[in-house]
């Protein structure tokens, strides 16, 4: 997995890339209590905001990783935001986007890079 300075992780499975929020980020923000996704067929850039999540503390965007289109989004989040909360690295996992650039993940943290930066 690879992690970004925002919070996310990405995870190769085949040719696309799965997006969620790190457990990190679930635990700032709170109960998470609504999920707004992208449609998919979606072409976004790197830095698009492609997700917002509602939580008791705040409203939070989160922002398209890489280039790609938006392929397929996790409908259980719709019924039940708090897998964000439960299960950020499994059943909260946001959307998969079949990236242009498989070689543009390779900017991003590995675990370790990623626990020293919110240590």
Avoid at 47 to 73: Q, R
Wanted: net charge negative; glycine share 6%; charged share 30%.
């Amino acid at each position: 997995m690879k992690y970004t300075q925002e919070h996310e992780w990405l995870r190769v499975e085949g040719d696309l890339v799965v997006v969620g929020i790190t457990a990190y980020a679930a635990e700032q923000l709170g109960d998470v209590v609504f999920v707004e996704l992208p449609e998919i067929e979606t072409q976004v850039a790197q830095g698009d905001e492609v997700v917002v999540i509602e939580s008791v503390k705040a409203a939070s965007d989160i922002l398209a990783p890489v280039e790609g289109e938006i392929v397929e989004v996790n409908a259980k989040l719709s019924d039940t935001p708090g897998l964000v909360n439960e299960d950020p690295l499994g059943d909260g996992w946001m959307f998969k986007m079949k990236v242009d650039d498989l070689a543009a993940l390779d900017e991003f943290m590995d675990e370790d890079e990623y626990n020293d930066m919110i240590a």
